[in-house]
């Protein structure tokens, strides 16, 4: 899977749960965006398509919110961190 059709792929998720989708969910997802679309930039950036990219976009992704822990309160931030690994999970 190439790193342009992950990150598709995760949005797609997001987009699908908006209908059933709590305040605390919708919230997470909408940050989240952000974050799936700087990380797959920054894979797309090192020119480096392999098997291993979908792993190193998806440790970027949680880099990424980790370094931006302090723009959320502690709960948002749990809740964005929980969402986070069930989406990455999936």
């Known amino acids: 899977m190439t790193i342009q059709e992950y990150e598709e792929k995760l949005l797609q998720l ?7 989708a709590t305040d605390d969910e919708l919230f997470a997802g909408g940050y989240l ?3 799936i679309s700087l990380a797959a930039a920054e894979c797309e950036l090192s020119s480096v398509e392999s098997v ?8 970027k992704i949680v880099s990424n919110i980790n370094k931006a822990k302090r723009e959320l309160t502690p709960q948002d931030f749990n809740f964005v961190v929980n969402f986070t690994v ?3 999970r999936k």
């Open 33 to 35: 965006r952000g974050h």
């Open 52 to 59: 291993e990219s979908v792993e190193i976009m998806k440790a």
């Open 14 to 20: 997001i987009d699908d749960g908006i209908d059933t």
């Open 86 to 88: 069930g989406l990455l």
